[in-house]
Structures are given as structure tokens and as C-alpha cells.
């Protein structure tokens, strides 16, 4: 049988954690078919289209897709879930939101966030914050799984050619409806799919030195800026920079850690990254320990130094 991808989209364009699921998807065997959940969303069903490796995807466009609420694109799935074996989601907050309801309703077991598929039944997963991979074997006849993007890589975003088919969009649930949102603005490279991220830790000591500091370098860097929880919890920075276990998983090129100790929860959600660079004026800090670079140094002299380097 198919494989099912749901694609996270914001209508217009494709998310680029749906990529990496495609690649994700590809590996479970059979041809790969996108959902588009949406409306007015045929800008994100032809960039879906052109994904290599795509055989199909169906685009259902309604009102009751338009806010994406897990209860309506839920339904949307099981509405077609019959025709697949897998059903695998990007494990971003979007996708957690909708998988379980799925499995629920399926009454299956869900997979989440995998990090390898083994074979079509066989995956592995991260436990205990990282420091160990479960493989997980489903008996299953519909495998629902959320895909860690960090974990696999891209699918290239052009060169496939396939076809758009429309479907009928569920009815809306009446479950929950959308009241507003607050999107906070940013101009610097969204933090899962960055290439460069300059995070800093609770050592910056005040959500003025966090910017004074580490906005210059993220400026000539063209990166994005993260922190640590003990970082947002005192709050030095916002939540949505909130990089670990509990906040958001990356794996960039680079990754510079600043005054970051490198905690359990930390670590889990950047030990990925391409290359570490650690700053930290404390010799015994856990970073270390997974930093491909360590600088012994005190941050608030060292990274105006660096800048200026620049």
C-alpha cells in the first residue's frame, strides 16, 4: 500500500519540515502521496507537486481547514486513511497536535518521533532525552508515525512532476474554533530550519546582555537566535526560542552555544548540529562534551571579540 504524508503548509508555500518527512516516508517502501489540508491552498499542493519522490497529492480545500484545527485535519485524514498503511506527520507542534487524535481513532498504536526507518514495520526512537535509541516494531495494519526532521534529510523541492488530485474537505467538527493568534514577527531565519543558530544560556544575566551580546553576532552570521529553558524561564528570551527536549529540536551547520551549560534537556535538542562551538568560562560544563570546538573563556569578552573578527 501508500504511504501518506501530511504536509505542513501555511496555504501559500510548503513548510520545510515536510521534506525531511517526505524522505521519511519514501524510506517505508510503496509510493508516496501528500495530503494538502487547507484553504485556498493550491500554492502548497503544486509546490507538494514537485517534490522528487511524490507520486500523488491530494489537495482537500475547505473553510474548515482554513485555521489547520487538529479536530478538522484529523478528519480530514481518517476520511482517507483506509487507502494507506503509513500516515506519517512532521513531529512539529502542528503535527503532535493532529497524529494522536488519528492513532486514537484508528485505534493503533502511534510511533513518534523517529529518527530512522528500518524497514516498513521497524523504527528508532529517542528515549530518555536522547541518550538511548529504542527500535520499535509495530504490528499495526495502519502505522501512525511522527517524523523527527532532524533526523533525516531534505527531499529536493523541485524536479518532480506529480499529479494534483482534489478531495472532498471534511465538515467542520464543531469541536473547537479558531479565536485569534499572536505572530510574533522575526526578521532572522525561522529556528528548525536554520542553518546558523547562536543560543545563549542563563549566564547572559538579563534580556539586555542577551541581545547586546548575541544580536551582533547573529546579525554578521545571518543567524538565527535560540536560547536555553533556563534562559526563557528567567526570561531573557522569548519562548519560541526555546531550544531542547521541551522546546524545539534543531540540527544546523552550526551551532554556537553561550554561556549554555549543556544540561540533559539542552543537549537533547541540539547534539545533532553539523558543528558545535561552545563558549563557556566554566572547564567542568557539559557542553564540552559534545562541542567539536570549546572556548574556555568568559562570553561577555569573547563574543565582542569574535564579532569584530568577523
Known amino acids: 500500500m501508500s504511504v501518506l504524508v501530511i504536509a505542513e503548509h501555511d496555504h501559500g508555500t510548503l513548510k520545510g519540515a515536510t521534506l525531511n518527512t517526505v524522505t521519511a516516508a519514501a524510506a517505508c517502501g510503496g509510493d508516496v502521496h501528500v495530503l494538502i489540508a487547507g484553504h485556498n491552498a493550491a500554492g502548497a499542493a503544486q509546490a507538494a507537486a514537485q517534490i522528487q519522490g511524490v507520486a500523488k497529492v491530494l489537495h482537500a480545500d475547505g473553510a474548515s481547514l482554513a485555521e489547520q484545527l487538529a479536530e478538522n485535519v484529523a478528519a480530514q485524514v481518517l476520511a482517507i486513511a483506509a487507502n494507506y498503511s503509513h ?25 513518534s518521533d523517529i529518527t530512522k526507518v528500518v524497514s516498513a514495520d521497524t523504527f528508532e526512537r529517542p528515549i530518555y532525552a536522547g541518550n538511548a535509541i529504542a527500535t520499535v516494531q509495530s504490528a499495526d495494519a495502519v ?75 547573529a546579525d554578521k552570521l545571518g543567524a538565527a537566535l535560540g536560547a536555553s529553558r533556563a534562559a526563557v524561564d528567567a526570561g531573557y528570551a522569548p519562548n519560541d526560542w526555546q531550544v531542547g527536549q521541551t522546546g524545539k529540536i534543531v540540527a544546523p551547520q552550526l551551532y554556537i552555544a553561550c554561556g549554555i551549560s549543556g544540561a540533559i534537556q539542552h543537549l537533547a535538542g541540539m547534539k545533532d548540529s553539523k558543528v558545535i562551538v561552545a563558549i563557556n568560562k566554566d572547564p567542568e560544563a557539559p557542553i564540552f562534551s559534545v562541542a567539536d570546538y570549546g572556548l574556555e573563556a568568559d562570553l561577555f569578552a569573547a563574543v565582542p571579540e569574535l564579532v569584530k573578527a568577523l
Not at 493568534?181 to 531565519?189: G, L, T, V
Open 87 to 111: 500516515i506519517l506527520f512532521p513531529a512539529t507542534a502542528h503535527g503532535k497536535n493532529v497524529a494522536p487524535r488519528v492513532a486514537a481513532k484508528l485505534d493503533v498504536a502511534q510511533l
Open 143 to 217: 502505522k501512525v508515525v511522527t517524523v523527527r526532521t532532524t533526523g533525516f534529510d531534505a527531499a529536493a523541492a523541485g524536479g518532480g512532476a506529480a499529479a494534483v488530485e482534489s478531495v472532498a474537505a471534511a465538515a467542520d467538527s464543531g469541536l473547537s474554533s479558531y479565536v485569534g493568534s499572536e505572530i510574533a514577527k522575526n526578521d532572522r531565519p525561522e529556528l528548525t530550519a536554520a542553518k546558523i543558530i547562536v543560543s545563549g544560556g542563563r549566564a547572559m544575566g538579563s534580556p539586555e546582555k542577551f541581545n547586546e551580546v548575541l544580536t551582533p553576532l
